[in-house]
């Protein structure tokens, strides 16, 4: 049998298709810096619109377009309102203390997500011992809840609590139209929701670079600025842009194809006798743990002598993600290539 690499790390390792890279090079570009990159505004137009939202601004990063969103957000001292699984506050080197100076109150939620109730309660008194409760940011796909995806009613319930306490809701929505193809809803509905979202396109959507943030224009404005003083500012970036706006034309449906690849690898990696528990596999994550001690990252290890890349998430924990160059084949070959796993 011959061992093929089958990438399952992340749904960030994705190349760009033949068709996506010919649309990079087509691109008409111009420098950003002065808005003048047509295929940049393009994007940022086509991805707010999509949403209901007035202006977008294109970045190099998830993580920097939420701790631009926080930055605008919160004044020194506030604090986010989040899960304790949040992306915001594991994953982006502290940025939250180091980029804005603000506090996070950590909530324990449901595989990542939380509910109105808690936030209602977790919210500060007004008094000068308390940080301002002025934030809350939910994840959706949860990245770390192994893929899970939020009700609308619960974020609907949410909003409320913010309304009625003067808080700004964000959306981590790095995977969001993960989420939507299961729950088939509008992303307009989203954008009435939150006052600002960030949404990957380096992710499912498999482009090389970039993410864009949503909001309105007053938002977006100060989004631009916050940008520009973190170096963020960047010329011809429309030939990547390019990538996103073929991107959200051609590949958000197909993340379906995604999901069910994730959910055949959930019901195999069910049967292995060293797994203790597989988390429910809703979208494109399976994050499963191991029997025994096993550590994940001697795990790993082992399942990459048979050719599977997987990612330690935890102690005992290890995660797949399937996306567009894990093919139908690459999934024949996991069967395979898992039988020997001993
Ligand atoms: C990947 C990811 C981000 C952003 O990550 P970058 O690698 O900085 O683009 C943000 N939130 C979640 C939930 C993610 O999975």
């Known amino acids: 049998m011959t061992i093929k690499t089958l990438e399952l790390r992340s749904d960030t390792f994705t190349k760009p298709t033949p068709a996506m890279l010919e649309a990079m090079f087509q691109a008409k570009v111009g420098d950003d810096v002065f808005e003048e990159d047509p295929t940049v505004k393009a994007l940022e137009q086509q991805a707010a619109q999509l949403f209901g939202y007035e202006a977008g601004l294109f970045c190099t990063s998830g993580t920097m377009t939420n701790q631009i969103a926080l930055n605008v957000h919160l004044r020194q001292g506030d604090e986010v309102i989040c899960d304790k699984l949040s992306h915001i506050y594991l994953y982006e080197g502290g940025g939250i203390a180091a980029n804005t100076g603000a506090s996070v109150n950590l909530l324990e939620g449901d595989r990542g997500r ?58 981590d929505g ?142 005992h924990q290890v995660r797949f993600v399937t996306h567009l160059d894990f093919t139908e084949n690459d999934l024949d070959a996991f069967e395979q290539q898992l039988k020997c796993v001993t």
Not at 135 to 160: H, M, R
Not at 199 to 219: A, I, Y
Request: proline share 4%.
């Open 114 to 171: 939380i509910s109105a109730s808690q936030i209602r309660e977790a919210i500060q008194p007004d008094n000068v011992h308390h940080p301002v409760s002025r934030l809350v940011s939910l994840e959706n796909t949860v990245n770390k809840g192994g893929g899970c995806y939020y009700q609308l009613a619960a974020i609907q319930q949410i909003k409320e609590v913010c309304v009625a306490h003067q808080m700004g809701l964000h959306l």
């Open 174 to 315: 790095a995977r969001i139209f993960n989420a939507l193809v299961e729950t088939q809803e509008s992303p307009k509905l989203y954008g009435e929701l939150f006052d600002s979202i960030s949404v990957c396109l380096s992710k499912g959507l498999g482009t090389p670079v970039g993410s864009v943030l949503l909001g309105s224009h007053h938002f977006i404005a100060q989004a631009r600025r916050v940008r520009k003083r973190w170096g963020g500012g960047w010329r011809q970036a429309g030939y990547l842009a390019a990538a996103g706006i073929y991107a959200l034309n051609n590949h958000v449906e197909r993340l379906k194809d995604d999901h069910s690849k994730a959910r055949a690898i959930g019901n195999l990696m069910a049967q292995r006798p060293e797994v203790a528990e597989v988390l429910p596999v809703d979208t494109n994550i399976v994050i499963f743990s191991l029997k025994n001690d096993i550590l994940a990252k001697d795990y790993v290890q082992k399942l990459s002598t048979v050719g599977i890349m997987a990612a330690p998430f935890g102690k």
